[in-house]
């Protein structure tokens, strides 16, 4: 049961990662049609790194979802050590989707305005980010928050980013990954609530 259980994941691991590159491959491709003089280089390999932040959390939570349903599903239960990932990994998924969204404010300071203007646009640019964070800090002890509220975000990012056959990557970087983060909460509420021992005290 074991082997299979390693096997499969083993399969599964191989299989996003897989995506994780053609994905990368895809957009870097797009970006160089785009834009014939976009340069090779360094400026190319800091795209990447900054695309692979929501692709990673993208594939990564993906991979974690299914295998903890797997061992759910086929035990009821999920061991210690994935335990603690599932629990913890939400949190760390919301802090990197939230820095990840936050860089776009950052064109803000390429304009030459006064620096009154540049503080207001950049909080105005940063309304998204600034939001997500009083969730993440709602939602940081209680999953369920954290379920509903990435849930909410997901489905907004969708309806105002989302509008066009263009603009269909913003799933792939946005509103998928905060899905994903909303189903890592979902399992920490549900899946890990009675097998973590501080919740266990706390219920006795």
């Given at each position: 049961?074991?082997?299979?259980?390693?096997?499969?994941?083993?399969?599964?691991?191989?299989?996003?990662?897989?995506?994780?590159?053609?994905?990368?491959?895809?957009?870097?491709?797009?970006?160089?049609?785009?834009?014939?003089?976009?340069?090779?280089?360094?400026?190319?390999?800091?795209?990447?790194?900054?695309?692979?932040?929501?692709l990673v959390l993208l594939y990564g939570s993906l991979y974690l979802l299914i295998?903890?349903?797997?061992?759910?599903?086929?035990?009821?239960?999920?061991?210690?050590?994935?335990?603690?990932?599932?629990?913890?990994?939400?949190?760390?998924?919301?802090?990197?989707?939230?820095?990840?969204?936050?860089?776009?404010?950052?064109?803000?300071?390429?304009?030459?305005?006064?620096?009154?203007?540049?503080?207001?646009?950049?909080?105005?640019?940063?309304?998204?980010?600034?939001?997500?964070?009083?969730?993440?800090?709602?939602?940081?002890?209680?999953?369920?928050?954290?379920?509903?509220?990435?849930?909410?975000?997901?489905?907004?990012?969708?309806?105002?980013?989302?509008?066009?056959?263009?603009?269909?990557?913003?799933?792939?970087?946005?509103?998928?990954?905060?899905?994903?983060?909303?189903?890592?909460?979902?399992?920490?509420?549900?899946?890990?609530?009675?097998?973590?021992?501080?919740?266990?005290?706390?219920?006795?």
């Amino acid at each position: 049961m074991e082997t299979q259980k390693s096997g499969f994941n083993r399969i599964l691991l191989i299989a996003v990662i897989v995506l994780y590159v053609l994905t990368v491959t895809a957009f870097t491709l797009t970006n160089l049609a785009a834009d014939p003089g976009f340069e090779v280089g360094w400026v190319m390999l800091l795209n990447i790194l900054i695309l692979s932040i929501p692709l990673v959390l993208l594939y990564g939570s993906l991979y974690l979802l299914i295998v903890a349903w797997r061992e759910h599903h086929n035990s009821g239960q999920i061991n210690p050590r994935l335990s603690k990932v599932i629990h913890w990994a939400p949190r760390i998924a919301a802090i990197l989707i939230i820095f990840f969204t936050s860089l776009f404010s950052l064109d803000i300071f390429e304009m030459e305005v006064s620096p009154l203007e540049l503080l207001v646009g950049f909080l105005i640019h940063n309304i998204p980010s600034i939001t997500m964070i009083v969730l993440l800090i709602l939602a940081w002890k209680r999953p369920v928050v954290g379920f509903v509220a990435f849930l909410a975000v997901a489905a907004l990012f969708t309806l105002v980013f989302v509008r066009d056959l263009y603009t269909l990557p913003n799933l792939l970087l946005f509103a998928f990954p905060m899905l994903l983060i909303a189903g890592l909460f979902y399992a920490d509420w549900k899946w890990l609530q009675p097998q973590l021992p501080g919740r266990i005290d706390a219920a006795a």
